[in-house]
T-cell receptor, first 112, second 111 residues
Framework: SQQGEEDPQALSIQEGENATMNCSYK?????LQWYRQNSGRGLVHLIL?????REKHSGRLRVTLDTSKKSSSLLITASRAADTASYFC????????????FGAGTQVVVTP | NAGVTQTPKFQVLKTGQSMTLQCAQD?????MSWYRQDPGMGLRLIHY???????DQGEVPNGYNVSRSTTEDFPLRLLSAAPSQTSVYFC??????????FGPGTRLTVL
């Protein structure tokens, strides 16, 4: 079973627009991590947010975490064609250190 | 640092053959994991290790064996390959509670 569920499954936007994707999970977590995967390539780590944090920023990325709703969101501002990729959230559940559970991902297409 | 390395990058097997996927990391991470990714899906955990000599099963362990004799290496063995094991395999490592770093993956096809 997959703990994280991303929404939407697919997102198509134009360059310069913002992209927002959401992740919901089922059990209490130590942290939640967001990854990017370009087609046929490996996973690139974007941001880790711990259970006691509510928001983190990294460049054009903003991640929020609401542990009461068991949800997280990833915002990419001023998107570029190079942001075209699949984005995954992965949860590190309490009492399961290191056993990441991934959602099915959000496929983002940014057109020039 | 090379990070997490995996070999081979590609492999084709016939049903019933066995093979070992290699994974190594040079970051002195105690946690190492193997995941598989099937088309259109996220990654699923096969096996993981919290240190040399300690391994445990993940979500989809059947048909795979692991051992961890050193901190650096965590090989994944396919005992008798089946078409259902056609997938992309990723190895990852981390410190406890920290970012997991992934290798480039091995694309395996079982005919």
């Amino acid at each position: 079973s997959q703990q994280g569920e991303e929404d939407p499954q697919a997102l198509s936007i134009q360059e310069g627009e913002n992209a927002t994707m959401n992740c919901s999970y089922k059990t209490s977590i130590n942290n939640l991590q967001w990854y990017r995967q370009n087609s046929g390539r490996g996973l690139v780590h974007l941001i880790l947010i711990r259970s006691n944090e509510r928001e983190k920023h990294s460049g054009r990325l903003r991640v929020t975490l609401d542990t009461s709703k068991k949800s997280s969101s990833l915002l990419i501002t001023a998107s570029r064609a190079a942001d075209t990729a699949s984005y995954f959230c992965a949860t590190d559940a309490v009492l399961s250190w290191g056993k990441l559970q991934f959602g099915a991902g959000t496929q983002v297409v940014v057109t020039p | 640092n090379a990070g997490v390395t995996q070999t081979p990058k590609f492999q084709v097997l016939k049903t019933g053959q066995s093979m070992t996927l290699q994974c190594a990391q040079d970051m002195n991470h105690e946690y190492m994991s193997w995941y598989r990714q099937d088309p259109g899906m996220g990654l699923r955990l096969i096996h993981y290790s919290v240190g040399a000599g300690i391994t445990d099963q993940g979500e989809v362990p059947n048909g795979y064996n692991v051992s961890r004799s050193t901190t650096e290496d965590f090989p994944l063995r396919l005992l008798s390959a089946a078409p259902s094991q056609t997938s992309v395999y990723f190895c990852a490592s981390s410190l406890r509670g920290d970012t997991q770093y992934f290798g480039p993956g091995t694309r395996l096809t079982v005919l």
